[in-house]
């Protein structure tokens, strides 16, 4: 399994950025993915969430409203499009799945991107 992400950057406040989160080694259509972000000296916290068809999502309330999950199955491709950036949206930005297996859980993380809002 390995995760890819792309996409970050510094930007303004008020800006936008898509992040993108390549997957490869597993069947992604069967699997829920999400975003998580670290800020530094913070707890890493979950942003956004999709199921595997891409039927649900859900959002930290901090991002409602600004941020969109998406996903292409055709293209194994979670996107997350950050609106109305602030400069607490600063953090690392990290892909995540999991998947059971013979009883077991498996978590596996991307490397992470950088995300920087300047005031």
């Known amino acids: 399994v390995q995760l890819v992400e792309t996409g970050g950057g510094l930007v303004q406040t008020g800006g936008s950025l898509r992040l993108s989160c390549a997957a490869s080694?597993?069947?992604?259509?069967?699997?829920?993915m999400r975003w998580y972000r670290q800020a530094p000296g913070k707890e890493r916290e979950l942003v956004a969430a999709?199921?595997?068809?891409?039927?649900?999502?859900n959002y930290a309330d901090s991002v409602k409203g600004r941020f969109t999950i998406s996903r292409d199955n055709a293209k194994n491709t979670v996107y997350l499009q950050m609106n109305s950036l602030k400069p607490e949206d600063t953090a690392m930005y990290y892909c995540?799945?999991?998947?059971?297996?013979?009883?077991?859980?498996?978590?596996?993380w991307g490397q992470g991107t950088q995300v920087t809002v300047s005031s």
């Open positions: 080694g597993f069947t992604f259509s069967r699997y829920a």
């Open positions: 995540y799945t999991y998947q059971k297996r013979d009883g077991n859980d498996f978590d596996y």
């Open positions: 999709i199921t595997n068809a891409g039927g649900s999502t």
